[in-house]
Nanobody
């Protein structure tokens, strides 16, 4: 099972930016579709963004499309989430995910093979 370690979370003011990173433990990472989910207090874990194994296809939730950008570097076995124009409603724990299936442009959390431990993102107003 691929081990995933996230970094880059923190506290930022509304309108600011953060970049999350997710480092994988194995080269098999390069064969997996990857993505990010988030979970706010009292809410279910929700899909944020996903990327195919080659990086050629990218998917975004409607509420982050145009503000967030997902990318990957298979040589560094790392996936990134650049978050710009952050809003207080983006506050959540963000989880990296490996081995996702996408349906209608959304990552299905029930198909995820491996999860990271999560990193907190807090956006102040």
């Amino acid at each position: 099972q691929v081990q995933l370690v996230e970094s880059g979370g923190g506290l930022v003011q509304a309108g600011g930016s953060l970049r999350l990173s997710c480092a994988a433990s194995e080269r098999t990472f390069s064969t997996y579709a990857m993505g990010w989910f988030r979970q706010a207090p009292g809410k279910e874990r929700a899909f944020v963004a996903g990327i195919s194994w080659s990086g050629t296809r990218k998917y975004y939730a409607d509420d982050v499309d145009g503000r967030f950008t997902i990318s990957r570097d298979n040589a560094k076995i790392t996936v990134y989430l650049q978050m710009d124009s952050l809003k207080p409603e983006d506050t959540a724990v963000y989880f990296c995910a490996a081995g996702i299936n996408f349906l209608d442009g959304r990552g299905d959390p029930s198909t995820v093979r491996s999860w990271g431990q999560g990193t907190q993102v807090t956006v102040s107003s």
